[in-house]
C-alpha cells in the first residue's frame, strides 16, 4: 500500500500543476511550443499515475473491498496533502 499511497500523491500533484491556474506559475520557463506539450504530458501523466495506483491497489494481497476502501481513503488524504502544500507556497 505504501507503493499505491506514492502513486496516487504524485498523480494528484501533477494533476494538480496541470489545473490552468497552477500551470500558469509552472509555464513561465518554457517557449509555447513546449508550454502545450508540457501542459498535455503533466495532465496524462497525473491520470496515468492515479490510474496505476488504482491497478496496483486492486492487485494488493488484501481482499478487493478493503483495496478500494484504502484507494478511496489515500485520494482523499493525497488530495489534502497537495492542496496544503501548494496553499503554503502561494
Do not use: E
Not at 478500494?68 to 501548494?86: E, G, M, N, Q, Y
Amino acid at each position: 500500500m505504501v507503493t499505491v499511497f506514492i502513486l496516487v500523491i504524485l498523480g494528484i500533484a501533477l494533476l494538480a500543476l496541470a489545473s490552468d491556474k497552477h500551470f500558469k506559475q509552472v509555464a513561465s520557463i518554457f517557449n509555447r511550443k513546449r508550454r502545450a506539450f508540457v501542459h498535455t504530458a503533466t495532465r496524462v501523466s497525473g491520470w496515468l499515475l492515479t490510474g496505476g495506483s488504482l491497478i496496483a491497489a486492486v492487485y494488493a494481497p488484501l481482499p478487493l473491498s478493503i483495496s478500494l476502501v484504502w484507494w478511496f481513503t489515500l485520494i482523499s488524504c493525497a488530495i489534502f496533502l497537495v492542496a496544503l502544500i501548494i496553499n503554503k507556497s502561494n
